[in-house]
C-alpha cells in the first residue's frame, strides 16, 4: 500500500480519474476522541477491477476523507496491490503511521540517525522505543521537552518507569 502524495500529479489525476468512473466498493465511517479532538474518517474503497498503470496493476484505491471537529475535511488517496474492505485499510493505514510516529520520536527526540553505535544498535533501538512508550503511557505531551528535562535526572526517570509500572498492574 502506498500513499498518493501531492507532488505525484499523474498519478494523483489518473487515481481520481479512476474515482470518478467507479462505484464504490466499500465504506466505513470512523470517529475516535483523540487528544481532546474528535477525528471523523470517510474511508471509501474502489476495486471493481484491476487499474493499469505505468507497468503496475493498481487493485484498490483508497480514499479518506478526514475531519477533525467538524471543521475543514482533507482527503488523502491510497493505492494497493491487496483487495479489501474499507475497515481493514483503514487499519492497515492507522498502523503504518503509528509505526512512522515511532521512527519520528525516535529520530527527532532521541536523534537516531546521528548514532554512529554498530555493535547493539538493535539493542539501543528497542530501549529508545521504550523509552517512547514510557513517555506515551504517561501522557507526557511533549516528548522531546520531557527527555531533555530528564536526562540527567534520574529520580525522574525512574519516577515515569515506576508510574508506568503501576498504572499497568506491572507492580503488586
Not at 468512473?21 to 484491476?50: F, L, M, P, W
Not at 521512527?103 to 522505543?129: M, P, Q, W
Request: neutral net charge; charged residues 25%; proline residues 1%.
Amino acid at each position: 500500500m502506498a500513499k498518493v502524495k501531492e507532488n505525484q500529479k499523474e498519478l494523483s489525476e489518473f487515481v481520481k480519474e479512476i474515482e470518478s468512473i467507479s462505484a464504490i466498493s466499500s465504506h466505513h465511517s470512523d470517529t475516535v476522541k483523540q487528544s481532546g479532538q474528535v477525528i471523523n474518517r470517510e474511508v471509501y474503497v474502489y476495486n471493481d477491477c484491476s487499474y493499469p498503470w505505468n507497468g503496475i496493476f493498481i487493485q484498490s484505491i483508497i480514499r479518506i476523507d478526514k475531519t477533525i471537529d467538524n471543521q475543514e475535511t482533507t482527503t488523502h488517496y491510497y493505492i494497493s496491490n491487496e483487495y479489501n474492505d474499507a475497515k481493514t485499510f483503514l487499519t492497515k493505514i492507522l498502523y503504518e503511521w503509528s509505526v512512522e510516529t515511532m521512527h519520528f520520536y525516535k529520530d527527532t527526540a532521541l536523534n537516531e540517525d546521528k548514532c554512529k553505535v554498530n555493535k547493539g544498535a538493535f539493542a539501543l533501538s528497542i530501549l529508545r522505543s521504550f523509552v517512547i512508550n514510557i513517555l506515551h503511557l504517561n501522557k507526557v505531551k511533549n516528548i522531546g521537552r520531557k527527555i531533555v528535562e530528564t536526562t540527567y535526572d534520574l529520580t525522574e526517570a525512574l519516577t515515569l518507569i515506576c508510574m508506568t509500572r503501576i498504572k499497568y498492574g506491572l507492580i503488586k
